[in-house]
């Protein structure tokens, strides 16, 4: 099965390395700033390496405070005296990721992936089954072109929108509306070339035509400015493994609190009870029913299932905090830096960039015929690590990266 992450260098090797710019010394003198300071780049919060790393779209490596947090909640499951007494609380966790992407705490939840969240979405709106329109594009998340396939398939109308110069383009979205038009499914930031939508004109765009906007944030929450409430996006999901810096498994859903008397309740799960009394125990008060019981009113009520990852979640709460220490702009601004000359140097080395130059988002395309196999092993013998595809690959770049990387990867890349 397809996945995001099944785009990471697994090619052979050539040597390369005699050829490549040699690593930067860490100064002697000045101790490293403590993690989440704000200063960038920050290499002293990750294991230091010996891999020149570009591909945290894919997914990103965790830093070393996740993983004492990690191990502290393993020690507590193994039942360590030693082991802090309290986990950490699935509100606040909640509570940090909403105030990451401004929205209010009750209108996020758990989900277990960016997928899951966006199939919840279609189900709580009643899709395929009370038919109509769904606006999507091809620059949305490939994952995703099955799912609306088979929307089509089960009798919804589907229109795909085409990218022009790499760019979805708003009027091109404008044209494909109709009457019935319900839904309109993207992905904020593209993770096939970084292209960023205008967030806001697409959901005025839509709600001017009565409909609702979906939006897959893997590649926008925790890299971007993501403000959710000033979007007027209606719904949106992300998993945690990406630029959240936490791991596979656990993500969040988000829904904007006004709709949910609009929502067909499809999912039932005791995490989603916010009271419950019943009448088989013994001592139990009698009652007419099995159990009284109530969803809780939040996106927790109408969304959540079972148990979900909490090793993830002690990780979550250590990296969403680091996030808000060190702030996305901050984050957005440093990866700015390196994809500028990256979109300046690459086409000078005859590459075809597919990221538009203006996108600020921390990710670079390129056209490249037979990538993975031209480029696989080359990348592979340097130990520089990035995204390839069949006929592209794909540099990402993250908080600990620095110009030093840049240079690597030129100099691997060589000529095209």
């Known amino acids: 099965m397809l996945t995001r992450r099944h785009l ?5 090797a050539l040597p390369l390395a005699a050829a490549l710019p040699p690593r930067a010394a860490a100064p002697a003198a000045a101790a490293p700033p403590p993690e989440g300071a704000g200063v960038l780049p920050d290499k002293a919060a990750f294991l230091q390496t010996d891999i020149t790393y570009l591909d945290s779209g894919s997914f990103h490596p965790i ?14 499951r193994t039942l360590d005296p030693a082991a802090p007494d309290k986990g950490v609380e699935d509100e606040k966790v909640l509570a940090k990721f909403a105030r990451l992407v401004n929205a209010d705490p009750d209108e996020v939840a758990f989900v277990q992936s960016t997928t899951t969240g966006e199939q919840m979405v279609l189900r709580a709106l009643g899709i395929p089954e009370s038919g109509g329109h769904i606006v999507t594009d091809t620059l949305h998340f490939f994952g995703s072109f099955p799912l609306y396939e088979e929307m089509a398939r089960r009798g919804m109308a589907v229109s795909w929108v085409h990218p022009r110069d790499n760019r979805i383009m708003l009027e091109d979205l404008k044209k494909v509306f109709r009457k019935d038009t319900r839904l309109v499914a993207l992905s904020t930031v593209s993770t096939f070339n970084g292209f960023q939508h205008d967030l806001k004109a697409v959901c005025d765009l839509a709600h001017a035509h009565a409909a609702l906007v979906y939006a897959d944030s893997i590649h926008a929450a ?7 409430h000033a979007s007027g996006v209606d719904f949106a999901a992300c998993a945690s493994y990406k630029w959240l810096m936490g791991d596979f498994g656990l993500g969040f859903i988000y ?9 067909k309740r499809t999912n039932y799960g005791y995490y989603g009870v916010g009271e419950f009394k019943p009448h088989v125990y013994p001592l139990d008060p009698p009652g007419n029913s099995i159990a009284d019981y109530a969803f809780a009113r939040s996106a927790t009520g109408d969304f ?11 990780q979550l ?15 957005q601004t440093h990866a700015q830096r390196l994809t500028e000359r990256l979109k300046k140097e690459l086409p000078q080395l005859g590459y075809t960039l597919l990221t538009p130059p203006e996108t600020a988002t921390p990710l670079v ?52």
């Open 8 to 12: 990471l260098l697994t090619a052979g």
């Open 63 to 76: 830093s070393r405070g996740a993983r004492a947090a990690i191990e502290a909640y393993l020690a507590r």
């Open 222 to 228: 925790g890299c971007v400015p993501l403000d959710l």
């Open 255 to 263: 829904a904007r609190k006004d709709l949910r008397p609009r929502l």
């Open 304 to 314: 959540a299932l079972g148990t979900h990852g909490e090793s993830v979640m002690a």
């Open 317 to 331: 709460d250590h990296s969403l905090d680091y996030l808000l220490r060190v702030g996305v702009a901050n984050i």
């Open 365 to 416: 395309t390129c056209l490249f015929p037979d990538a993975r196999k031209t480029l696989g092993p080359r990348l592979k013998d340097a130990r520089v690590r990035l995204t390839l595809a069949a006929n592209r690959f794909r540099v990402s770049v993250s908080v600990f990266n620095d110009m030093h990387d840049i240079d690597r990867l030129l100099a691997v890349l060589g000529h095209a």
